[in-house]
């Protein structure tokens, strides 16, 4: 399987801040989550891959190419939180400036998206609202025949029903093999529907980068008291807190587990409640 | 390239129309006081305020960091704001001419030489003028550089009578006013396309975020 995006240790550092050799791959045809708390290095990481800032080290490859040139920026459709267009611009003028700038610019799929969206093709961008502002933004990343979409916290801000269209179109965007995601995202709800991968950064740092399924199906949550905790086996343990009710160990062997230990109470966990736990809980 | 300056003629389209309209009231309104061709002085550099008006409104919509990721180079990026500049100098000019023209044909007297002159005059101080202002506008943040636009006349109005001081020892300016600020144009022109190279470079490594 190819790789649409692939970054290999990736390095940036501010006074405040260390993004620290991370690597992940995007392969074709899948979606990628991006997760991590605020702050962690999910935009960094993507601002450096697509050249906005300078990188330190590390090598990112781009549909199989490592310079970003004007031919593979063709091939990429980025959505940022906002829609980043200047306000006073309508979609329609939007689109005589986008088919100036991309070659590939297809004016059809522009206003059958704007029809979709139900957007106003008149009306000022700064009239519009963020969930408005965010159809806009997608429909423009569609519209120049994109082979990968970064998304960056794209969906933060919106309501469930707007997300849930937007998601909606993302999975159909990757019924193509040819076509990836890599979109980064706090709302690890959003993910969980539609990821392939999860790739979890934490400091700067790719915590575990994994395929969602894995996480789903494998993972879990172990639930005790004092004593149960006590006499666990410590390798078993990728992180745990201690609760006003008791002990909440992140395990990666769900089914496993449950036979070592048949009087544990074992239960999934989401993608939330792994992170949270790999991000509060002791090691 | 061509859709950026089409995104700038946008948002600046309504402040050009505003500058057309001034510029054709004021070349009527000061011929009775004023040499018309004087307005040649003021008109490209009042023409070229929009370039700055675009610069804001790319980093209050976070345009900036949009553009970084299509199919344009970062050089390209800077070009076109030169560009845009230059091509508002010229319209204030065609502007200013106007009404120069327009009082010449009613027998005001407007001749070739004092056009030269002062079209010299006024596109040597917004050459020199946006070579300081506009890598400025990509190296500060918006209050500083707009600071640095306001200065940015006052230092390029020093700079000319510096040269022309400088000419005046090498051959009389008084006598051959219009061969001073030729040079001085020329000069000017050398440091609008050395200050592009600089800022291009400069913005080549600079984090947009």
Redo the contacts between chains.
């Keep these: 399987m190819t790789n649409a995006l692939a970054v290999s240790g990736l390095t940036k550092t501010y006074e405040d801040f260390h993004l620290d050799h991370v690597s992940f791959t995007v392969p074709s045809g899948s979606i990628v989550g991006l997760i991590g708390e605020n702050g962690a290095g999910k935009s960094t990481t993507i601002n450096a891959a697509l050249g906005l800032i300078q990188k330190e080290d590390g090598v990112v490859s781009i549909l199989g190419r490592e310079e970003l040139d004007g031919d593979i920026k063709e091939q990429i459709g980025v959505v940022f939180d906002g829609s980043n267009y200047p306000e006073i611009l309508s979609p329609r003028k939007l689109n005589r400036v986008m088919k100036n700038i991309y070659r590939t610019w297809d004016e059809q799929t522009y206003f059958s998206l704007l029809k979709q969206f139900s957007l106003p093709s008149e009306k000022p961008i700064k009239q519009f609202s963020k969930g408005m502002k965010m159809k806009l933004a997608i429909s423009a990343a569609f519209s120049h025949h994109s082979r990968l979409l970064i998304l960056d916290e794209a969906t933060s801000g919106l309501d469930p029903v707007i997300r849930d269209d937007i998601l909606d179109m993302l999975l159909d965007f990757v019924q193509d093999e040819e076509h990836s995601i890599l979109v980064s995202s706090h709302i690890t709800s959003d993910l969980e529907k539609i990821a392939d991968y999860i790739v979890f950064i934490h400091e700067g740092k790719v915590v575990f980068s994994k395929p969602k399924d894995e996480l789903i199906e494998q993972y879990g949550i172990l639930k005790c008291g004092a004593a149960q905790f006590d006499a666990l086996d410590r390798s078993d343990i990728i992180a745990y807190r201690k609760m006003d009710y008791g002990w909440q160990i992140l395990i990666s062997d769900r089914e496993g587990i449950q036979k070592k230990y048949p009087k544990a109470m074992v239960v999934p966990a989401s993608i939330d409640e792994i992170m949270l736990l790999y991000v509060k809980g002791e090691k | 390239m061509?859709?950026?300056l089409?995104?700038d003629l946008?948002?600046a389209r309504s402040n050009i129309l505003v500058t057309i309209v001034s510029l054709m009231v004021l070349g009527f309104g000061l011929s009775f006081l004023l040499e018309t061709s004087a307005l040649l002085v003021l008109a490209p550099v009042v023409s070229t305020t929009a370039v700055f008006i675009s610069i804001t409104?790319?980093g209050a919509?976070?345009?900036n960091?949009?553009i970084?990721?299509?199919?344009?180079?970062r050089s390209q990026i800077i070009g076109e704001k030169f560009l845009f500049y230059i091509l508002l100098a010229l319209l204030g000019m065609l502007t200013a001419l106007i009404p120069c023209g327009v009082l010449a044909c009613f027998g005001v007297d407007v001749t070739l030489r004092s056009l030269c002159l002062y079209g010299s005059i006024g596109i040597s101080t917004t050459l020199l003028a946006g070579g300081i202002s506009l890598p400025c506008a990509y190296l500060f943040d918006p209050e500083k550089s707009q600071i640095v636009f306001m200065m940015s006349f006052m230092a390029s109005t020093g700079i000319i009578a510096g040269l022309v001081l400088l000419t005046n020892l090498v051959f009389p300016v008084k006598e051959n006013i219009l061969l001073a600020f030729n040079l001085v144009l020329v000069i000017s022109i050398i440091w609008f396309f050395i200050s592009y190279w600089i800022a291009a470079k400069v913005y080549q490594?600079r984090?947009?975020?």
């Design positions: 061509k859709g950026v089409v995104k946008y948002i409104s790319d919509s976070k345009w960091k949009n970084i990721t299509m199919p344009i180079s490594k984090d947009i975020t």
